[in-house]
């Protein structure tokens, strides 16, 4: 059975279009009635689907770019947060096209899968208690990018406050801590914009060393303070 309010959550967070804020009436009341959000967040969530669904187009698609697009520390690419763009995050997209392709699930968009709204579809498709665990393992990416969005005003804040409610787990607040130590970057700066385009570009190609984990496998290691010898598993 689908989650349907993963899905509204997927939408929500993906690039604006037309089609989309024809459709935010309706993700809007999907996600107002999930009982698994607090009253606090459902009101900002409706809050933002108000700001996408009727607000100007070019205003609303302008601010999605500043935001998740020329924005590294708020990169809706889970693995940006982990590898930036070296190459181990292409073995990692690797193993998660894996994934998605032995669950049977094909995204249907140009984005990279490590995009935050492919996952979030494809956790809607997933059994509850799998969707939980893996967003339990991203909590922390969710915390912090929440945090940085208040920062900014953001009402995109809302979508990432749910997650981490969705997740039912507190997130560990060293990781939190570890992401919010990186300093903000800030999106009117071309220049290092330009830094970004020019560096070493992700490669997918095949990898002897790559299986295929889970996805929650994958997401459980990011960003996540390096573990003493003593804590380490046997």
């Known amino acids: 059975m689908m989650d349907r309010t993963l899905k509204a959550l997927s939408?929500?967070?993906?690039?604006?279009?037309?089609?989309l804020q024809e459709a935010?009436?309706?993700?809007?009341?999907?996600?107002?009635?999930?009982?698994?959000?607090?009253?606090?967040?459902?009101?900002?969530l409706q809050k933002l689907a108000k700001e996408v669904g009727q607000g100007d187009l070019f205003d609303v698609q302008e601010s999605y770019v500043m935001l998740f697009d020329?924005?590294?520390?708020l990169s809706l690419n889970l693995f940006e947060h982990v590898h930036g763009e070296s190459r181990d995050r292409g073995g990692a997209m690797v193993s998660l096209i894996e994934t998605y392709r032995g669950a049977g699930?094909?995204?249907?968009?140009?984005e990279l899968p490590d995009h935050l709204p492919v996952l979030l579809e494809f956790l809607s498709t997933r059994p509850s208690l799998e969707a939980q665990e893996?967003?339990?393992?991203a909590a922390h990416i969710f915390d912090a990018l929440a945090t940085r969005l208040?920062?900014?005003e953001s009402r995109y804040a809302a979508a990432f406050a749910a997650l981490s409610q969705l997740a039912g787990a507190q997130a560990d607040?060293?990781?939190?801590?570890?992401m919010l130590a990186q300093p903000d970057d800030d999106p009117t700066d071309l220049n290092a914009l330009d830094a970004v385009w020019e560096e070493t570009e992700v490669t997918f190609g095949p990898d002897p060393n790559a299986g295929c984990p889970q996805v929650r496998d994958m997401l459980a290691t990011m960003d996540r303070p390096a573990p003493t010898p003593l804590s380490r598993s046997a």
């Open 11 to 19: 939408l929500t967070l993906s690039y604006p279009t037309a089609e």
């Open 173 to 178: 607040a060293e990781a939190v801590a570890v």
């Open 134 to 137: 893996t967003l339990a393992d």
């Open 24 to 44: 935010m009436a309706d993700i809007a009341a999907v996600m107002a009635s999930d009982h698994r959000l607090e009253a606090e967040t459902c009101e900002s």
């Open 105 to 110: 699930f094909e995204p249907a968009t140009t």
């Open 70 to 73: 020329r924005s590294r520390t």
């Open 150 to 152: 208040v920062r900014r």
